[in-house]
């Protein structure tokens, strides 16, 4: 019986909570891969987990903001490899000397550093970003390269191995510095980690860098050489020169970057930016107002209240066409005292005609005005049926698209519910590559919702056993339904998503003002160009 004395608010807040302690689990879970073990045989080696590295290399009270965090869960790779936590990578955001800086460090407590699909995956995303908003990066290395089961997988394809190295040599062709740290064994492609850098320390008797290790040296040529005398950090430092600096230790590496990046001209924000001032409402109120149900209705006003400055929203359009216009709600907000345009899929986020076009308006608007957009994603499509259609939705919809994919402000998406169909590419979803696109635990990512795929596939499936003269029993399309929503609902979920990096990181509901202003903070280092944008259908 429902105990009609809770309150919904309530309800959703408890909700809430429990689902982000699954989150907090799967985080925990790729921070410590292979737990204390693991562990114990890093300290061994003489080496420090990743992330300890990482604090010591960003600046003193500074914050390392995350990237993928849950990526590479839930793989099934060949060889019996289910997760790769964390993809094996850590990669993010973090300053050195007041600059905010890419960071990509190999946590050689997942199969060596190696690299997998997802691990390519993850490290070139963590390069697009830098490259999209101009930052240096750090790598501290320490892989095996390749992870040589899947090799056709990870090695010839664009995409794979090679474009590592090559966005290294482009991105330092743009001045943005590409520092590597090597602190273990860096094997063939693991070792062109260290060998493209502008500048590369290794750490004495604990880093290597060959193009082939002993084995294969002892195979290809009969050579027998242990991996200090062919590849160690002397060789290089004193060698063949393939290291600047031989550095006694780990820490003393970390300084050495330090050290390298000291002189790098300080970066400023291209935009104006007022005071911040605190939400309206407590931050932590969006627990109580975000719908436990993902099917329920949003006010999304009530949630933007929650992470903008408490100068309000500035909406636009706000009385146009009611109850299909405002299924989206345009306007002006301020996050820690940035300006950014938002587009907000309200209520069901049903997209109507009048919602495409306002929102068409908007973003067009914005980007004249070089103003950052931010994208609230809870929509499950846009309106279907002949009005729908004949009213155009379809090319409604289609100059929305146009001016997401050529909108060249800065653009974030968040999604805090549905995410399907052709309102994924409307709302600026991944292939409209947004600067970040950030995720909640009420998120959904699917090209429909599981119910509606399993309409469509049951339809299909009893057209063809009909042909067959075959007829579907009530039993038998209640099992096909149930086997669809069950797929449908693993793959749409945020850990399905967050493990193959279909967003940049899965926030707590209580961390999305700050990951948004971060975000904008960081997109606005680079001067935000003009935008054009080709025909509209109108
Ligand atoms: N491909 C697939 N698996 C690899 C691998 C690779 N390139 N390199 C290491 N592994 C696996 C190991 O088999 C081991 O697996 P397990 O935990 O299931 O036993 C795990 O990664 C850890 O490797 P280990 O050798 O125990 O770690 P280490 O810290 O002692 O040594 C290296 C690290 C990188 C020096 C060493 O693993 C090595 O030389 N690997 C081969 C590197 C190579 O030749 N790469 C060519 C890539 S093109």
């Known amino acids: ?162 474009s590592m190295f090559y966005n290294m040599a482009r991105m330092s062709a743009m001045g943005l510095k590409q520092i590597t740290l090597s602190t273990g064994g860096n094997t063939a492609g693991g070792a062109y980690i260290v060998f493209m850098a502008d500048e590369a320390a290794m750490v004495a008797n604990l880093a290597y860098s060959f193009l082939g290790g002993p084995p294969l040296v002892k195979a290809a040529i009969g050579e027998e050489v242990d991996a200090e005398a062919l590849g160690g950090a002397e060789v290089h430092a004193h060698l063949s020169g393939g290291a600047d600096h031989i550095c ?24 104006q930016r007022w005071e911040a001032i605190p939400p309206a409402v407590d931050e932590e109120k969006i627990y109580e ?46 996050i820690k005292g940035i300006p950014v345009g938002v587009v907000a899929a309200n209520n069901s986020g049903i997209i109507f005609v009048e919602a495409a076009r306002k929102a068409t308006e908007f973003i067009i608007r914005c980007s004249l005005e070089r103003m950052p957009l931010l994208f609230v994603q809870n929509s499950p499509g846009y309106m279907v049926g002949s009005e729908a259609e004949h009213r155009g939705i379809g090319k409604y919809g289609a100059d929305m698209v146009r001016a997401v994919s050529n909108a060249q402000v800065p653009r974030l998406q968040l999604v805090i519910g549905p995410d399907n169909g052709a309102a994924n590419y409307g709302m600026c979803g991944r292939a409209y590559r947004p600067h970040f696109l950030f995720s909640t635990m009420r998120a959904r990512t699917s090209v429909m919702s599981g119910r509606s795929a399993a309409e469509v596939l049951l339809s299909l499936e009893r057209r063809k056993r009909k042909s067959k003269g075959q007829e579907m029993t009530e039993k038998e399309a209640a099992s096909f339904r149930d086997e669809l929503l069950k797929k449908y609902e693993l793959e749409a979920h945020p850990f399905y ?42």
């Not at 004395?5 to 925990?28: G, V």
């Not at 509901?509 to 960081?522: C, N």
Request: hydrophobic content about 40%.
């Open 497 to 538: 998503c967050g493990a193959r990096l279909f967003n940049d990181r899965v926030l707590f509901l209580g961390e999305i003002r700050h990951s948004l202003a971060l975000a904008l903070e960081v997109s606005l280092l680079k001067p935000v160009p003009g935008s054009t944008f080709g025909n509209f259908r109108f």
């Open 1 to 162: 019986m429902v105990d009609k004395s809770i309150s919904q608010e309530a309800i959703n807040r408890e909700h809430w909570l429990k689902e982000e302690e699954h989150l907090a689990q799967r985080i925990q879970q790729a921070i410590n891969p292979g737990g204390e073990q693991a562990n114990t045989r890093l300290a061994e080696q003489g080496k420090r987990p990743v992330r300890e590295l990482i604090q010591a290399l960003t600046d003193p009270d500074s914050e390392f903001f995350e990237l993928g965090i849950i990526a590479g869960f839930g793989m099934d790779y060949p060889g019996g490899v289910r997760d790769v936590p964390c993809a094996g990578l850590v990669t993010g955001l973090g300053k050195i000397h007041g600059n905010w800086s890419m960071i990509f460090a190999n946590d050689s407590r997942v199969k060596a550093g190696t690299y997998f699909p997802i691990t390519l995956k993850k490290h070139m995303r963590a390069q697009a970003i830098a490259e999209q908003v101009g930052l240096n990066c750090v790598y501290i290395a320490d892989s095996g390269g390749a992870f040589l089961p899947m090799q056709a997988d990870v090695f010839p394809d664009d995409g794979h191995f090679g």
């Open 289 to 334: 107002l975000l719908p436990a149900g993902i099917h329920q209705a949003i006010d999304v006003r009530s949630i933007i209240e929650c992470f903008a400055d408490g100068v309000g929203l500035q909406e636009y359009k706000r009385d146009y066409a009611p109850g299909r216009g405002d299924k989206i709600v345009t306007g002006k907000i301020r």
């Open 248 to 271: 006694q230790d780990q820490l003393a590496g970390i300084r050495k970057v330090r050290e390298i990046l000291s002189q790098e001209p300080q970066q400023r924000l291209h935009s």
